[in-house]
């Protein structure tokens, strides 16, 4: 229960520090955007490579598969896709209601 509480504070504090740092200094949307441009090929790949793995290997996909977990890096690149989906998000919602132009 206490994992559960810092995953959902951890996933609702960060976005929003996010879009504040984002507010207050908006260069740092770019790096923002670059570090989920990197976290996406960083994760296509990971995953590519743990399917191609398995097709050539010839091996049942529902239990080789979930060795993609092990990996720190598809972990971390999945995890920063995830808060930067929540923080592209109530960025949208706030442009879109008009009261921001970022």
Known sequence: MTLFLLLLAVSLITPALMLALRFFVPKSAFWFDA????????????????????LLRNTVMMTEVHRIFYNPLFLAAGGYLGLYGFYRSWSGLFRYSGRWNG
């Open 35 to 54: 570090a989920a441009l990197v976290s996406m090929y960083a994760f296509g790949v990971i995953a590519a490579d743990a399917v191609a793995g398995i």
